[in-house]
């Protein structure tokens, strides 16, 4: 059983910065992929971006390339989203997920646990 948390989410004006962490109980952190989805208001919860076991892939969704970046520290049991130049569409509640494996996984049916999400609103 993994319970995994999330924090970082606020209000942002456009072209501005946040990162959103989620930290992970449990000793077994390092065996699974981790994913970012949101779920903007109305709408379905969409793939962000992922990062295998290890840290040595990621991978980002068309809409947030060159902008977004993941990362992890596993001593820390923790995963990062550091979200730059944001944009209004970018409005959502942000989930951190997490996967048992080796791969990278851009659907939701890849992942086993989820955070309860936390609310980035992108806004002047």
């Known amino acids: 059983q993994v319970h995994l948390v999330e924090s970082g989410g606020g209000l942002v004006q456009p072209g501005g910065s946040l990162r959103l962490s989620c930290t992970a109980s449990?000793?077994?952190?390092?065996?699974?992929?981790m994913g970012w989805f949101r779920q903007p208001p109305g709408k379905e919860r969409d793939f962000v971006a992922a990062?295998?076991?290890?840290?040595?892939?990621?991978y980002n969704a068309d809409s947030v390339k060159g902008r977004f970046t993941i990362s992890r520290d596993n001593a820390k049991n923790t995963v990062y989203l550091q979200m730059n130049s944001l944009k209004p569409e970018d409005t959502a509640v942000y989930y951190c997920?997490?996967?048992?494996?080796?791969?990278?996984?851009?659907?939701?049916?890849?992942?086993?646990?989820w955070g309860q999400g936390t609310l980035v609103t992108v806004s002047s």
């Open positions: 997920a997490a996967g048992l494996g080796t791969w990278i996984y851009r659907t939701r049916t890849g992942y086993d646990y």
């Open positions: 449990g000793r077994t952190f390092s065996s699974y992929t």
């Open positions: 990062i295998t076991s290890s840290g040595g892939l990621t």
